[in-house]
Nanobody, 123 residues
Framework: QVQLVESGGGLVQAGDSLRLSCAAS????????VAWFRQAPGKEREFVAT????????DYADSLKGRFTISRDNAKNTGYLQMNSLKPEDTAVYYC????????????????WGQGTQVTVSS
Protein backbone atom coordinates (compact mmCIF):
# COMPACT_ATOMS: atom_id res chain seq x y z
CA GLN A 1 0.00 0.00 0.00
CA VAL A 2 1.23 3.47 -0.87
CA GLN A 3 0.09 6.64 0.84
CA LEU A 4 0.43 10.05 -0.77
CA VAL A 5 0.41 13.43 0.94
CA GLU A 6 0.25 16.62 -1.10
CA SER A 7 1.40 19.99 0.19
CA GLY A 8 2.25 23.44 -1.08
CA GLY A 9 -1.16 24.74 -2.00
CA GLY A 10 -2.48 28.09 -0.88
CA LEU A 11 -3.97 31.43 -1.81
CA VAL A 12 -1.95 33.45 -4.31
CA GLN A 13 -2.48 36.29 -6.72
CA ALA A 14 -2.62 35.99 -10.48
CA GLY A 15 0.88 35.82 -11.90
CA ASP A 16 2.38 34.19 -8.81
CA SER A 17 4.01 30.78 -8.62
CA LEU A 18 3.53 27.75 -6.41
CA ARG A 19 5.29 24.42 -6.10
CA LEU A 20 3.23 21.48 -5.01
CA SER A 21 4.82 18.42 -3.45
CA CYS A 22 3.59 14.85 -3.27
CA ALA A 23 5.32 12.75 -0.64
CA ALA A 24 4.89 8.99 -0.92
CA SER A 25 5.29 6.35 1.73
CA UNK A 26 6.86 3.02 0.96
CA UNK A 27 9.85 1.97 -1.08
CA UNK A 28 8.18 1.49 -4.44
CA UNK A 29 7.68 5.11 -5.48
CA UNK A 30 10.23 4.82 -8.28
CA UNK A 31 8.27 2.00 -9.86
CA UNK A 32 5.21 4.14 -10.55
CA UNK A 33 4.18 6.79 -13.00
CA VAL A 34 3.36 10.03 -11.20
CA ALA A 35 0.54 12.27 -12.34
CA TRP A 36 -1.22 15.41 -11.22
CA PHE A 37 -4.92 16.05 -11.71
CA ARG A 38 -7.10 18.92 -10.60
CA GLN A 39 -10.75 19.49 -9.90
CA ALA A 40 -12.39 22.87 -9.85
CA PRO A 41 -15.75 23.44 -8.12
CA GLY A 42 -18.57 22.06 -10.19
CA LYS A 43 -16.25 20.53 -12.75
CA GLU A 44 -14.90 17.08 -13.45
CA ARG A 45 -11.42 16.07 -12.44
CA GLU A 46 -8.99 16.86 -15.24
CA PHE A 47 -5.52 15.74 -16.20
CA VAL A 48 -2.67 18.16 -15.55
CA ALA A 49 0.63 16.33 -16.11
CA THR A 50 2.41 13.02 -15.87
CA UNK A 51 6.03 11.92 -15.60
CA UNK A 52 7.71 8.62 -16.33
CA UNK A 53 9.47 6.45 -13.78
CA UNK A 54 12.88 7.82 -14.73
CA UNK A 55 11.67 11.39 -14.99
CA UNK A 56 12.87 11.71 -18.56
CA UNK A 57 9.44 11.71 -20.19
CA UNK A 58 6.69 14.15 -19.34
CA ASP A 59 3.28 15.01 -20.72
CA TYR A 60 1.07 18.01 -20.05
CA ALA A 61 -2.45 19.11 -20.72
CA ASP A 62 -2.22 21.27 -23.81
CA SER A 63 -3.56 24.35 -22.06
CA LEU A 64 -0.88 24.16 -19.36
CA LYS A 65 2.25 23.62 -21.43
CA GLY A 66 4.86 26.25 -20.74
CA ARG A 67 3.47 27.26 -17.35
CA PHE A 68 3.52 24.01 -15.37
CA THR A 69 6.47 21.67 -14.85
CA ILE A 70 6.26 18.20 -13.36
CA SER A 71 9.28 16.55 -11.79
CA ARG A 72 10.18 13.83 -9.33
CA ASP A 73 12.94 12.83 -6.94
CA ASN A 74 12.88 9.07 -6.53
CA ALA A 75 15.50 9.22 -3.78
CA LYS A 76 13.11 11.35 -1.75
CA ASN A 77 9.94 9.49 -2.80
CA THR A 78 8.50 12.83 -3.84
CA GLY A 79 6.84 14.28 -6.89
CA TYR A 80 6.51 17.97 -7.67
CA LEU A 81 4.40 20.32 -9.74
CA GLN A 82 5.86 23.77 -10.36
CA MET A 83 3.14 26.19 -11.40
CA ASN A 84 4.09 29.58 -12.81
CA SER A 85 2.08 32.55 -14.05
CA LEU A 86 -0.96 31.29 -12.22
CA LYS A 87 -4.38 32.38 -13.41
CA PRO A 88 -7.74 32.49 -11.60
CA GLU A 89 -8.88 29.58 -13.77
CA ASP A 90 -6.14 27.44 -12.19
CA THR A 91 -8.11 27.51 -8.95
CA ALA A 92 -8.84 23.91 -8.00
CA VAL A 93 -7.98 21.08 -5.67
CA TYR A 94 -4.82 19.45 -6.99
CA TYR A 95 -4.28 15.73 -6.58
CA CYS A 96 -1.24 13.60 -7.17
CA UNK A 97 -1.60 9.99 -8.18
CA UNK A 98 0.54 6.94 -8.86
CA UNK A 99 -0.13 4.34 -11.52
CA UNK A 100 1.51 1.74 -13.74
CA UNK A 101 0.77 3.04 -17.24
CA UNK A 102 3.24 5.48 -18.74
CA UNK A 103 1.67 8.46 -20.42
CA UNK A 104 -1.86 7.81 -19.27
CA UNK A 105 -4.12 10.82 -18.94
CA UNK A 106 -7.02 8.73 -17.66
CA UNK A 107 -7.58 8.98 -13.92
CA UNK A 108 -8.98 5.45 -13.91
CA UNK A 109 -5.48 4.13 -14.56
CA UNK A 110 -4.12 5.50 -11.31
CA UNK A 111 -4.32 3.32 -8.23
CA UNK A 112 -3.13 5.60 -5.45
CA TRP A 113 -4.32 9.11 -4.71
CA GLY A 114 -3.51 11.83 -2.25
CA GLN A 115 -6.09 13.82 -0.33
CA GLY A 116 -5.58 16.90 -2.48
CA THR A 117 -4.29 20.39 -1.83
CA GLN A 118 -6.29 23.54 -2.51
CA VAL A 119 -4.88 26.16 -4.86
CA THR A 120 -6.75 29.44 -5.05
CA VAL A 121 -5.67 32.18 -7.44
CA SER A 122 -7.18 35.61 -6.96
CA SER A 123 -7.43 38.16 -9.76
Amino acid sequence: QVQLVESGGGLVQAGDSLRLSCAASGRTFGGYIVAWFRQAPGKEREFVATISRSGFNTDYADSLKGRFTISRDNAKNTGYLQMNSLKPEDTAVYYCALGPLQGSRDSRNYSYWGQGTQVTVSS
